[in-house]
């Protein structure tokens, strides 16, 4: 267990939708990332986070988009789903948000656009 | 702009069997690297990490990685596989200096151990 957490664990919904994913970092942690993982891109960052202000972004979807809140939790935001954002989003934390800070995975949230 | 390549997809070896996952990457400026592993239904660990000195790298559960720069590539080894190590394996490399934290990672290896 990383002591990342990330709800919702599985989420099935329709194209055209908007979703809300949240991310929840290990204590103490101020950085938090997004990646996707998907069968065609692979493993990709999306954007990061630190102490409530972007760090840096990736190449996250101008339909997508996330914050971190006061209490360093996170949440992503999908809109105007399509079938290609299948995928699992997987959210790390870190305690500086620099590099040489081990970045810890949860465990992922698998979503599906049908 | 950074990338990394690991040329294998899926490998496979009996267990007790050495192991190497070759791992070559693209970047302009010394390059942070990183080697995760992701069991099934399960996030990413590290395994380890190399950002400068010994080109040799020691982590957990028995790996290690050498880095050569000259060969742009970073690959893991672990000298006698066991079953339990048969999962999805992630090179990284990081980009940002120490400024930020964003990560590039290869396609993975898909590690088979049979007994």
């Known amino acids: 267990d990383s002591g990342v957490t990330q709800t919702p664990k599985h989420l099935i919904t329709a194209t055209g939708q908007r979703v809300t994913l949240r991310c929840s970092p290990r204590?103490?942690?101020?950085?938090v990332y997004w990646y996707q993982q998907s069968l065609d891109q692979g493993l990709q960052f999306l954007i990061q986070?630190?102490?409530?202000?972007?760090?840096a972004k990736g190449n996250i979807l101008e339909r997508f988009s996330a914050q971190q809140f006061p209490d360093l939790h996170s949440e992503l935001n999908l809109s105007s789903l399509e079938l290609g954002d299948s995928a699992l989003y997987f959210c790390?934390?870190?305690?500086?948000?620099?590099?040489?800070?081990?970045?810890?995975f949860g465990p992922g949230t698998r979503l599906t656009v049908l | 702009a950074q990338s990394v390549t690991q040329p294998d997809i899926h490998i496979t070896v009996s267990e007790g069997a050495s192991l190497e996952l070759r791992c070559n990457y693209s970047?302009?400026?010394?390059?942070?690297l990183f080697w995760y592993v992701q069991s099934p239904g399960q996030g990413l660990q590290l395994l380890l990490k190399?950002?400068?000195?010994?080109?040799l790298v020691q982590g957990i559960k028995g790996f290690e990685a050498e880095f050569k720069r000259s060969q742009s590539s970073f690959n893991l080894r672990k000298p006698s596989v066991h079953w339990s190590d048969a999962a999805e394996y992630f090179c990284?490399?990081?980009?940002?200096?120490?400024?930020?934290?964003?990560?590039?990672f290869g396609q993975g290896t898909i590690l088979t151990v049979h007994p």
């Open positions: 790390a934390s870190s305690d500086s948000g620099r590099l040489n800070n081990e970045q810890f």
């Open positions: 204590s103490g942690d101020l950085s």
């Open positions: 986070y630190y102490n409530g202000e972007e760090r």
């Open positions: 970047y302009g400026a010394t390059p942070y």
């Open positions: 190399y950002f400068s000195g010994d080109t």
């Open positions: 990284a490399v990081g980009a940002g200096g120490t400024s930020y934290g964003k990560l590039t």
